[in-house]
C-alpha cells in the first residue's frame, strides 16, 4: 500500500470513528444541553444524561443560591430557586467541558381568556379599496386611478387638511369639482407618505363631482380573548394580524374597541371549506376595552370592563416558547352563546423560537365534542387560549384548510411582549 493509499484509508477511518463518535448516545445527551437557558421562578428541566459522567456546578459559588442542580434517575434535573442570573459549568472527571449561561425570570401570571368578542376598528385616515369607473360625457375614468394611487393606499390628508375617516372627504371634492383646482392628496404607502394631485370628474347621472375611489374608514368582526392582566388590564386576543377583506394588507389602526358577542351559531368546517362562528355582538353593544395595536401576534388594548371567565377566574403561570413539548393540551373558547368551555386538543409540533414569530406550533384537535360540533378549527375561534400543564403556552391562529382538525398557534411569549408586557417583571409604559 503506497502513502496516498495509506492516507485516504486513514482519512476515512478517521470520519467514521468522529461520526461514531458524534452520534453516540453520550454526544447526543451533551449537544441536548443548551448554551443558554431561561426558567421562572420555580420552574425545573431535566436533561437525559445516564450515559454522560457529567456534574454541574454553578460558577460563583459565593452568589446567593439562584440554581439547585442533581443529578438523580439518569438524569441533570435544574431547579430554578430564585430571580437572578447565572452560568453553569458541566464537568466530566472534574474538566470543565460547557458552560451553560441561565436566566431566572420571575414568574408571571396573567388570567386566560376563551371568551367570544366583537371587534370594530377605526383606520388610520381612509382606506383605498378599489376602483370606481365615473361615467363622464366623455366616457368612463376613475380619477384615482389616474393620480397613480393604488388599492391598499392610506389617505391621511387632502390640501393640507387631516382626513379621519370617509366624510371628511366631501367637502373637499365638491369644493375641487367647482373650481376645477386639483386637490392635493396625502398618501401612506407601505409607511412611506407622498402626495398626488386628483381632479375630480362629475358624473353625468346625477351631476355630483366623485375621485373614483372605493373606500373604508372601519372593519368589524369576532375573534376570540387570548389573555388578561387582572392588574395592569391590558390584554391580548386573536393572536394574528386584521387585514382587509379587500386589500388583504394589515388595517393600520387609528383606534377601536372589543365588546361582548354572543355566538349563534357554527358552520361545520370541512376539507377545503373552513368553517366559521357566526355570532352577533351582544344587546347594546356595550364597550368594554379599546384597541391600540393591530400586529401580526393580535390585538391588544386595555379593558375597561370586568370581562367574566368560565373555567379559570385567577391568574396561571405562563411558558416561554422554549418551555412547551408536544403531547396533550387544552384550548379555552365558545362554541354556544357565551359560555367558555374546555376541550382536549394535541400540540404535534412546537419549535423553541429564540425571537418573535408566527405559527410557533401546530395543534390537532382531538376532544370528539368539539369535532362534531365545529370539525375542528374554525373561523373566530382564532386567540382561543392553549394551556399546557397548568400554564398558559399560546393561542390558535389559522386552521389548515385542507383538514379543519388541525391548525398553527402562536407561543403566548410574542402575545406577552406585543402586549407591552415585559417578562422580566416590568411593565412598560401604556401608548
Not at 458524534?22 to 451533551?30: T, W
Not at 403531547?327 to 429564540?354: R, Y
Request: zero cysteines.
Amino acid at each position: 500500500m503506497n502513502k496516498e493509499t495509506a492516507r485516504k484509508v486513514a482519512g476515512v477511518l478517521l470520519l467514521g470513528i468522529l461520526t461514531a463518535i458524534a452520534f453516540s448516545k453520550p454526544m447526543k445527551e451533551y449537544w441536548q444541553i443548551p448554551k443558554q437557558l431561561v426558567l421562572f421562578e420555580g420552574d425545573a428541566v431535566e436533561f437525559p444524561a445516564a450515559s454522560l459522567p457529567v456534574q454541574a456546578a454553578v460558577n460563583d459559588r459565593n452568589a446567593p443560591e439562584t440554581l439547585n442542580i442533581e443529578r438523580k434517575n439518569g438524569s441533570l434535573s435544574v431547579k430554578a430557586k430564585r430571580r437572578g442570573h447565572e452560568t453553569m459549568v458541566l464537568q466530566v472527571a472534574g474538566m470543565p467541558i460547557k458552560q451553560v449561561d441561565v436566566n431566572v425570570l420571575p414568574t408571571l401570571k396573567v388570567i386566560p381568556g376563551g371568551q367570544s368578542i366583537g371587534v370594530k376598528l377605526n383606520t388610520v385616515g381612509v382606506l383605498v379599496v378599489g376602483y370606481h369607473l365615473v361615467e363622464t360625457e366623455n366616457g368612463k375614468k376613475s380619477p384615482g386611478e389616474a393620480a397613480g394611487i393604488q388599492v391598499g393606499d392610506i389617505i391621511i390628508g387632502i390640501n393640507g387638511q387631516k382626513i379621519e375617516n370617509m366624510s371628511d372627504l366631501s367637502p373637499f371634492i365638491e369644493e375641487a369639482g367647482k373650481t376645477g383646482k386639483p386637490l392635493h392628496l396625502k398618501i401612506l404607502r407601505d409607511q412611506h407618505s407622498m402626495t398626488v394631485k386628483l381632479v375630480p370628474l362629475r358624473d353625468r347621472h346625477d351631476d355630483v363631482y366623485r375621485i373614483g375611489l372605493y373606500i373604508r374608514d372601519s372593519a368589524a368582526g369576532i375573534g376570540t380573548m387570548t389573555f388578561y392582566d387582572p392588574k395592569s388590564k391590558t390584554y391580548g386576543a386573536l393572536g394574528h394580524v386584521i387585514s382587509d377583506m379587500d386589500t388583504k394588507k394589515p388595517i393600520v389602526v387609528q383606534n377601536g374597541q372589543i365588546m361582548r358577542s354572543t355566538v349563534t351559531s357554527i358552520e361545520k368546517g370541512t376539507s377545503g371549506n373552513p368553517g366559521e362562528k357566526l355570532a352577533r355582538f351582544s344587546d347594546g353593544e356595550e364597550v368594554i376595552g379599546t384597541i391600540t395595536t393591530n400586529s401580526p401576534f393580535g390585538i391588544f388594548g386595555k379593558l375597561t370592563k370586568p370581562l367574566p371567565n368560565g373555567p379559570f377566574t385567577k391568574p396561571i403561570p405562563v411558558a416561554l416558547a422554549n418551555q412547551v413539548k408536544e403531547g396533550p393540551a387544552k384550548i379555552l373558547t365558545v362554541v354556544e352563546n357565551d359560555k367558555v368551555e374546555q376541550f382536549d386538543v394535541e400540540i404535534v409540533s412546537t419549535i423553541p423560537q429564540k425571537f418573535p414569530a408566527t405559527k410557533g406550533l401546530v395543534i390537532r384537535v382531538t376532544d370528539p365534542r368539539l369535532l362534531k360540533k365545529t370539525g375542528g378549527i374554525v373561523q373566530g375561534m382564532s386567540g382561543s387560549p392553549i394551556i399546557q400543564d397548568g400554564k398558559l403556552v399560546g393561542a390558535v391562529t389559522h386552521v389548515f384548510v385542507n383538514d379543519p382538525t388541525s391548525g398553527y398557534g402562536v407561543h403566548i411569549e410574542w402575545m406577552l411582549q406585543e402586549a407591552g408586557i415585559d417578562l422580566y417583571g416590568k411593565q412598560k409604559k401604556a401608548s
